[in-house]
């Protein structure tokens, strides 16, 4: 069964600093890893998605890397913002789980000005 | 687009009563899917459709939970009845058909059983 584990829980850092999420998984065998943002009360948001012959993708300050073989992703986030406080969450779909997205704990963002 | 919507945004029964969340996707998504969120076990897929039909309900936890889709814009999932230990936020969220594709979420019921 895939588990997903998400270091730190939660992370509190001042405005303007670089930062990395980390997300790990048990089993290998992903046909895709995505990065997600979730505010408080309400739904997700997708972020990154990387398949599994990619080892990053970018968007704007997110960059998010993937190592499929050591079952690791971090997601980086340059110059943060207060605006960026929010959940992240990492999910992974296996190669043969159809649809099924398996998600961490998530870590939790504060970013004080 | 609206985005996928999900109704009510709130509900608060008694144990024992018949609970019925509504989710309408993203128009043109073929793929829908019902997640619960709760602290002790975060976020988790209860059942996936594709086409309206039901591919994946493994993460049904019981015979109390069931889902339907009668058309391509409508799903419900009910339970009957309801526990305390049911409290939770439900998520709704579509995606065009594919593994490789964005899922996009609703903003959640929040369901409280007293």
Known sequence: KQEVTQIPAALSVPEGENLVLNCSFTDSAIYNLQWFRQDPGKGLTSLLLIQSSQREQTSGRLNASLDKSSGRSTLYIAASQPGDSATYLCAVTGETSGSRLTFGEGTQLTVNP | ?114
């Not at chain 2, 793929?31 to 996936?48: A, C, D, K, N, V």
């Not at chain 2, 526990?83 to 058909?97: G, H, K, L, N, T």
């Open chain 2, 1 to 114: 687009d609206a985005g996928v919507i999900q109704s009510p945004r709130h509900e608060v029964t008694e144990m024992g009563q018949e609970v019925t969340l509504r989710c309408k996707p993203i128009s043109g998504h073929n793929s829908l899917f019902w997640y619960r969120q709760t602290m002790m076990r975060g976020l988790e897929l209860l059942i996936y459709f594709n086409n309206n039909v039901p591919i994946d309900d493994s993460g049904m936890p019981e015979d109390r939970f069931s889902a339907k889709m009668p058309n391509a814009s409508f799903s419900t999932l009910k339970i009957q009845p309801s526990e305390p230990r049911d409290s939770a936020v439900y998520f709704c969220a579509s995606s065009i058909q594919g593994a490789h594709r964005t899922q996009y979420f609703g903003p959640g019921t929040r369901l409280t059983v007293l």
